[in-house]
């Protein structure tokens, strides 16, 4: 697996590259290692002794300084050295990060792994849990892992049917011909009339249809029932964005969350106990593993504030397996903002390519 792959693999970048000097990247790649490694502050001189950086430590708190200002770097006390910010986390993912590679031996455990599933015909979520066990193992970070799953297709058709006084059956069929019906409270009020109406209309603007010219006459001079039933419509609408979305709460595998209690990040009291409440919201972290199916790239890389994680300073990285019948899960890890992002990028793209070829025999990336 060569390092291009990765880089166009991992989510795109919101900053350019451009955006620092030469100097400047080193010192802030040198301190996101550092810190990634002790867990301890960064200071000038620490960074002076790098081989990278041939200038004094003068220098490089110059440099540092001007990092600090411009939101890569911080320091948590006045005397203290510099941390990465989250902005800094972001540039050293998209710019800097230097990636590992798989050891001779972790190639050979992996190959191990896919061969007594293929003598012992393990069961696909045998096969699943064996794999967010070892991306734990690997990293010390807690591993969470979605089944399988059908991506979700476009609404192609919509139609909504009284089948009581406040009641509809609204019926849609997808681009791939799943039919979906979902019964819907309507105000006993509605009559058939604003029924086919609300169906022309959601037929516009969710399955991109056009208006036949008898359509457009008959949606003329409408806007006040529209205007009235907006709440019934915008209902509607939800219903039918979430239609086929819901995950089975049997699919989302939650492994090693006990090695956060290892993190010198999670000492705080306060910080525990946001940890045991992750725990209670499995079906959150299942929502949030689905919905990052519709980001087609095979790692996505979320920071801090963009993880969608209830706590704060915590980072969510996900890779997109292929399963049988042109489905698709996700492998993720999480952890502290501080974790070893090159290391954990890596591990998960291999562990993607490696539940592929268990589960349909095919690569996820290409090998050189």
Known sequence: MNTNSLLQAVAAATETSEDLNDRQKTVLREV??????????VGSRTLSKSSRLSCSPATIRNEMADLELLGYLYSPHTSAGRVPTEKGYKFYVNFLVEFERISQLEEALMGKIADISRETHMRQQDILKSAVQYACQKTHLAGVLLAPQQEQNSPKSIRLFRILENKAMLVTVDDAGNINDQIVTIP???????LEKLSILLN????????????????????????RYNNLLSQLVKQVQRAGKDPDPNSIFMEGFLN??????FN????????????????NLLHLLAKSLENKREIVVNIGSD?????????????????????????????????DYGRVIVTLARLSNTLSQLLIGENTFTER
């Not at 397996?321 to 903002?337: A, S």
């Open 204 to 227: 516009a603007q969710l399955c991109h249809q056009k208006y036949h010219q008898y359509e457009q006459n008959f949606l003329e001079n409408t806007r006040q029932i529209i205007s």
């Open 307 to 339: 993880s969608g994680l209830a706590i704060k300073d915590m980072s969510l990285i996900t890779a997109r397996y292929r399963g049988p019948n042109k489905t698709f899960g996700k492998i993720g890890l999480i952890g502290p903002l501080r974790m």
């Open 188 to 194: 006993v009020e509605t009559t058939d009339d604003v």
């Open 32 to 41: 996101c290692d550092s810190f990634i490694s002790t867990g301890i502050p």
């Open 260 to 265: 956060f209690f290892d993190q010198p990040e």
């Open 268 to 283: 705080d009291p306060e910080k525990i106990k946001q940890m045991v409440s992750l725990l209670d919201q499995k079906e």
